[in-house]
């Protein structure tokens, strides 16, 4: 079995009660939900910052923009509960009826063939996800499917869509895959709507608030810049070997993304449920920029929301603060994110903003700040917005097993029962795995 705990300890390790493996929003929902039963709790995060796959800059103008998650949906009540408790202040968004499509540079009128019929395949697909029928595509991919729909501007409008939803590349999405996804996540037309839906609403300090908010709690007993490199459990309890040195403790909560959990060495290894899935999925792609403007100049034109189906495929959202300044966001999903990265920041810039000057005109090209992310290159996250699942598997199917292995409990966005891949899904599983260990010790 190798060292025992005690022996760790009485050699010089430090010790606590509970170690969280991961300093984004779940993992400082746990242990403040520890702390609050008083029990000690370590948190190890091999990051230089807290927040995981939230994270907040503040702008030149005082603003401040999340550059990872940040919508409130109108029924996260978890995280409309978290923001109200640690002071933060909500919003909505500012939007219209129905994003402007952009195709080939030239608005697509809501009623044109291709938008009828790809609102008629979206019904379909949402009718799908609520029957068991899909199963038998579960090697079957969204790529192939959309590869039959008639017409290019379906197609690619379908595309963009479900690149942006699920950052996914779609030649490794099986239809199962999105139907539970769209399932899990409360249903296409919530997925997708903004004021009433998954992106109802915002905080004006940014979401990575809620994460410096609860660190600011935990104090001294978050450890940055500690990678875990293994977790050894004995009959005396858990050895968790870091960068820095040992921690032995009685539980470990690892919140880290399924995709990344064989950088960890198990002793003794997980058991097949649990180890494989970190080969059942991998890390979406997505870039998320932020262009920041002394007032959105937009409102007074086209508005603000577009679904651009140029190169690269992308949603641009009005996510501009009571009383400004203007924020324009832009995300940009699958393989389309990875393809910015070949381009220098100013051709990147370009890129995504270009083409909004025929719409809303020159002075999107005068921003006075610019905050951009390619979370694929995030070394601690691999990508966001979440793990998907590969083709054919069934363990990286949502919701993701978090039954205990031993001593080690599970938590992270991808384990929740639901509004998994949400920070709502984050402290859901967050607050389940701390009542498990709560009711285990």
């Avoid at 090697?139 to 690149?163: E, F, N, Q, Y």
């Avoid at 990286?396 to 998994?420: S, V």
Wanted: one cysteine or more; aromatic letters at 6%.
């Amino acid at each position: 079995m190798g060292e025992d705990p005690q022996r760790a300890m009485e050699s010089g390790g430090s010790d606590t009660t509970v170690v969280v493996v991961g300093a984004g929003v779940s993992g400082l929902v746990a242990a403040r939900e520890l702390r609050r039963h008083g029990i000690e709790v370590i948190v190890v995060e091999a990051a230089d910052r807290v927040g995981g796959r939230t994270l907040t800059e503040t702008t030149a103008l005082g603003s401040r923009v999340d550059l990872g998650g940040q919508w409130i949906g109108h029924d996260h009540h978890r995280v409309s509960a978290l923001a109200a408790e640690l002071g933060a202040t909500r919003f909505p968004m500012h939007t219209g009826t129905l994003p402007i499509l952009i195709d080939r540079s030239k608005r697509l009128p809501a009623a044109a063939p291709a938008v009828l019929l790809s609102v008629l395949i979206l019904l379909f697909a949402e009718a799908l996800s609520r029957t068991g029928i899909t199963r038998r595509w579960n090697a079957t991919t969204v790529a192939s499917w959309l590869a039959r729909v008639p017409g290019w501007s379906t197609r690619k409008l379908l595309d963009v869509i479900a690149a942006i939803s699920w950052t996914a590349d779609l030649d490794r999405l099986s239809i199962h895959a999105a139907a539970r996804m769209i399932r899990n996540q409360g249903g296409l037309f919530t997925m997708l709507s903004t004021r009433g839906g998954a992106q109802d609403s915002l905080l004006v300090e940014g979401m990575g608030s809620l994460a410096e908010r609860l660190a600011d709690e935990l104090g001294a007993r978050i450890r940055l810049g500690q990678r875990v490199l293994s977790i050894e459990q004995g009959e005396s309890g858990v050895i968790v070997r870091t960068s820095a040195g040992e921690i032995t403790a009685a539980k470990v909560i690892v919140t880290v993304p399924p995709p990344l959990l064989d950088r960890i060495t198990y002793k003794p290894e997980l058991p097949t449920a649990h180890a494989e899935l970190a080969s059942a999925g991998y890390m979406g792609s997505v870039y998320k920029a932020i262009a920041v403007y002394e007032r959105p100049f937009w409102r007074e034109r086209a508005g603000g929301e577009f679904l651009i189906l140029d190169a690269p495929g992308r949603a641009v959202f009005d996510t501009t603060p009571p009383g400004g300044p203007g924020h324009l966001c832009v995300l940009v999903g699958g393989p389309a994110a990875r393809d910015l990265d070949r381009l220098d920041p100013a051709a990147r810039r370009d890129a995504v903003l270009g083409t909004l000057v025929r719409h809303i005109g020159p002075e999107v090209n005068e921003a006075v700040g610019w905050h951009e992310k390619s979370w694929s290159h995030d070394e601690y996250v691999g990508g966001g917005y979440m793990a998907v699942p590969e083709p054919g598997t069934t363990a990286g199917l949502p919701p993701l097993r978090f039954d205990p292995a031993g001593a080690i409990h599970w938590a992270g966005t991808e384990r929740a029962a639901d509004h998994a891949g949400y920070v709502e899904g984050a402290i859901e599983s967050g607050t389940r795995a701390a009542r498990e260990v709560v009711a285990a010790l």
